[in-house]
């Protein structure tokens, strides 16, 4: 039976990654191990990994018209995720300096570009983005800021059109959190935190107390990303917990996304959320273990094949 696809918005990003960087010194020249330029942002990391989980997907977002779009659309293109709902702007594409260093932590170094006029207005559900998909997965909320304002009616018409749909909030570098958030709240089948995320959105350093808060706000399911302690997903009746694979981490860009599109593939295949979960800390463990937001995801079979004798975090 073939697999219904997800539609998936939210940043798309040139990424330039550089490793080791530990604590730079003005004036200085350093050497380093690796620069890589490598396809970035929440939607675009999450579609190209869905796309290799073997889930088909179409990626909404907004690229400039210069030589970084062009080598993102043909790395996303290659990789099979269908690229008709991304648009061409005038502004440059939004491009990231990621500095990592040995332990795996990242400082990003952002020029918005595209990603500053990106879902101006909310999103059109024509057939043309409709073929073909069953769920809606917006990729970043606090990224992108005209998103803000469009999210809700975005994911109203979402639901209009039929469609399942989720939210992984990131990071809100303006710090309105609960306040641009919860108008998105009683639309989501799924919302994806971290930790941190959380607590600034809920007010509560508690995983558990976090998510209760949104669902009683009206998310049906919330879906924590705990890092190296794995994952928890709560519904009005549920609350499960997924330990974490070992694995040593070089590189933590994109693992969230990884872990969304992980979550997502077991769901489209009719998983239930156990399976979701740990299909979710495959993808994510996976992803740490080589330097780039998802060089290190592999194809479901090669993935499954992974999950059997990899060793769980105790």
């Not at 500053?116 to 999103?123: C, E, K, L």
């Not at 639309?187 to 995983?207: C, H, V």
């Not at 190296?228 to 694979?245: D, K, L």
């Not at 694995?247 to 994109?254: A, I, L, R």
Request: glycine share 10%; hydrophobic share 45%.
């Amino acid at each position: 039976m073939p697999v219904s696809g997800v539609l998936c918005s939210g940043s798309i990003n040139y990424d330039i990654v550089v490793r080791p960087v530990e604590a730079p010194q003005w004036g200085t020249t350093t050497f380093v191990d690796t620069i890589d330029f490598l396809v970035g942002g929440n939607g675009a990391n999450t579609s190209l990994a869905l796309a290799t989980l073997g889930i088909p997907t179409r990626l909404a977002g907004a690229i400039g018209c210069d030589e970084p779009a062009r080598f993102l659309l043909e790395t996303l293109l290659d990789a099979g995720v269908d690229t008709c709902g991304v648009e061409p702007c005038q502004e440059p594409t939004s491009t990231t300096i990621v500095m990592i260093n040995c332990e795996g932590n990242r400082k990003f170094l952002n020029r918005p570009g595209s990603s500053g006029i990106a879902f101006a207005h909310p999103v059109d559900f024509d057939e043309r983005l409709l073929a073909g998909m069953a769920h809606f997965h917006m990729a970043s909320l606090f990224i992108l800021p005209r998103l803000r304002h469009s999210a809700p009616e975005t994911l109203r018409r979402a639901r209009a059109a039929g469609l399942a749909t989720s939210l992984d909030t990131t990071w809100d570098p303006l710090g309105q959190w609960m306040d641009a958030l919860a108008p998105c709240l009683p639309l989501l089948d799924y919302l994806f935190m971290n930790e941190d995320e959380a607590r600034m959105a809920t007010g509560s350093a508690d995983p558990a107390a976090a998510a209760h808060e949104v669902l009683r706000r009206g998310v049906r399911t919330a879906v924590m990303k705990l890092g190296s302690q794995g994952c928890a997903i709560f519904t009005g009746s549920e609350e499960i917990h997924i330990p974490a694979f070992e694995v040593e981490c070089v590189d933590t860009t994109g693992a969230g996304d990884c872990f969304v599109a992980g979550f997502l593939s077991a769901l489209m295949r009719g998983g239930s959320l156990e399976e979701a979960g740990r299909m979710g800390n495959a993808a994510g463990a996976l992803a740490v273990r080589q330097v780039g937001a998802v060089t290190g995801v592999r194809g479901l079979e090669e993935t499954l094949a992974w999950m059997t004798q990899a060793r769980i975090r105790p």
